[in-house]
């Protein structure tokens, strides 16, 4: 017989989770622990009778709680700043897992990406790296390390007029690169936050040019059905530009125009910065994020038609050229072993009929579904990262940024909690085990599902983010992501049958989680600066 790898007391645990008497017997008993915290961490979470008996699993281990705060402190890899790579991260939106020809998109999307492919091949590309479900939260997980609802970023601002973005508290990507001696600058957009303060150079870029929101603001230009007097009340459809802690200055309009030229002038402008920056004595820092694949979806005007295959395919192929011009810079001006590029995406494809393609998962942006969570991610570093290395273990968006607080000799805060990992030693091809083993999937406030390996509990269900309901599960759904990648059949012979027991470790990660949110309250929406944490240790 197998041996079991989980204590008889989490067998119990699990056999007990399966009889509703009992649990309905601990709802009414465990009532005063789901109010106060729903109260305090104002997320709908906590209804099913599941949750309703958490409190009686005694198995969480000191060890898992001391992994979710322990503050990770780097000392860093004994670089002199002129040895540090320079670190390039281009960053998609709304662009699904489906799409690149090294992820079995590329000519079965109707266009090649050998440049984006040999990005690939010259690195580490993962199948299981997963982001939260929107725009802003994605974004705000990506520049702090941490699970967005953390930083009062759970979801799209509806208002645009709100404080919305990171508080000045949040130690950001690249306020760490600045302190560990990079040079900064980013191209495009930022949708964390579009008031002074709020602005990528008040959260440690040296330089800006780019769009504070989204893309899809560049309709409103000449839209004829905007009255002019609620036009002059929501934020100007414009380009700003601005330097470390200055103010934030408009470039020209973002119109329908201006979107289709939009990633061809970041490109040129990252091109730019390398020639200007590649000979300094400093490590320098791009984030480059690309604005085309999100509505409207308009390829510039010398890629539009160019592969006859429709709107998607112009768009791989403008993308894979911009990168290959990307790529050819760094070669031309000798950085390019000791430069490292990461391509990944906010997010999976929205809701529109011309969406991003999720390849083999299901399910659009704004849902806890794969085709949302899992997305690109491509790392290369030559003579560092083993090329060719391709890996299924879970990675985490907010790896990202205490990986490259790794690389950059960067150090983290102790007073806050991070939910990135340093994954150098695996990507490095020292270690084959990630550090993640857990995915906790929001979609806003609400958490949806929680990924533990290769299974996956759904608590609640919307099947596409804009205007579907949402579903509540009475008992968590369990996929077995091996046999059933696309969500689809959890109660087969080969689904949950006989692997009951995965409840257990599942409810263990969601409480280990949900005790984090406890320790730390998170921030709350529209929170404005200066903020400072109201300890509760
Ligand atoms: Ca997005």
């Not at 649990?23 to 009532?31: F, H, K």
């Not at 099913?48 to 503050?71: D, G, H, N, P």
């Not at 330097?243 to 200055?249: L, M, P, R, S």
Request: proline fraction near 7%.
């Amino acid at each position: 017989m197998k041996k079991s790898r989980f204590t008889e007391e989490q067998i119990a645990f699990s056999r007990e989770q399966l009889d509703s008497k009992e649990a309905l017997r601990y709802s009414r008993l465990q009532i005063g622990l789901i109010i106060p915290l729903n109260r305090l961490l104002n997320v709908n979470i906590l209804k099913s009778q599941y949750y309703r008996s958490l409190k009686q699993m005694k198995t969480i281990t000191k060890r898992t709680l001391i992994a979710f705060i322990l503050v990770a402190f780097f000392p860093g890899l004994g670089l002199a700043s002129t040895e540090k790579p320079n670190i390039i991260l281009i960053f998609m939106d709304n662009f699904a897992y489906g799409e690149l020809g090294c992820y079995g998109g590329g000519i079965t999307r109707g266009a090649a990406t050998p440049e984006i492919d040999k990005l690939a091949d010259e690195g580490f590309r993962s199948t299981n790296f997963n982001v939260e479900a929107q725009c802003t939260p994605s974004r705000a997980n990506l520049m702090t390390g941490r699970y967005a609802i953390r930083t009062g970023n759970s979801k799209v601002p509806g208002d645009l007029n709100l404080p919305y973005g990171l508080t000045q508290w949040e130690y950001t990507m690249p306020e760490m690169l600045s302190d560990a001696g990079y040079s900064t600058a980013m191209y495009g957009k930022w949708h964390l936050g579009s008031k002074p303060g709020r602005f990528p150079t008040d959260q440690g870029f040296d330089e800006w040019w780019g769009i504070p929101n989204s893309s899809n603001i560049s309709e409103w230009v000449d839209n004829p059905r905007i009255p002019a007097d609620i036009l002059s009340k929501i934020p100007a459809p414009q380009i700003l530009t601005s330097v470390k802690n200055g103010e934030a200055t408009p470039v020209k309009s973002f119109d329908l125009k201006q979107k289709a030229s939009m990633d061809g002038e970041l490109t040129d402008m990252t091109i730019d910065y390398i020639d200007k920056h590649a000979k300094d004595n400093k490590p320098f820092f791009v984030f480059l994020s690309y604005t085309n694949t999100h509505v409207p979806r308009i390829p510039a005007p010398e890629f539009d038609g160019k592969t006859g295959n429709g709107t998607w395919a112009d768009l791989l192929l403008q993308l894979d050229t911009y990168v290959g011009n990307i790529m050819a810079s760094l070669n031309t001006n000798d950085i390019y072993d000791n430069t490292i590029v990461i391509f990944s995406s906010d997010n999976g494809g929205d809701f529109y009929e011309d969406n991003s393609f999720p390849g083999m998962w299901r399910g659009t942006y704004f849902t806890g579904l794969e085709g949302s969570l899992r997305v690109p991610f491509i790392i290369r570093w030559p003579g560092k990262i083993p090329a060719r290395s391709v890996s299924n273990e879970i990675l985490l968006e907010s790896d990202v940024f205490v990986t490259l607080a790794a690389v950059a000799g960067g150090t983290l805060p102790t007073d806050r909690i991070y939910d990135g990992k340093n994954e150098l030693d695996f990507l490095m091809g020292k270690t084959p085990k990630s550090q993640q083993e857990v995915v906790i999937a929001y979609v806003a406030d609400q958490i949806h599902a929680v990924k533990w390996r290769n299974w996956k509990g759904v608590f609640n269900e919307v099947e596409v983010g804009y205007g579907s309901p949402v579903k509540e599960y009475l008992t968590p759904v369990v996929y077995d992501l091996y046999m059933d990648p696309r969500e689809e059949k959890p109660y087969t012979k080969e689904g949950l049958q006989g692997n009951s027991w995965v409840i257990s470790p599942i409810l263990m990660a969601l409480k280990a989680h949900l005790k984090t949110l406890e320790e730390e309250p998170p921030i709350k929406e529209g929170t404005v600066d200066p903020y400072i944490p109201n300890k509760t240790k």
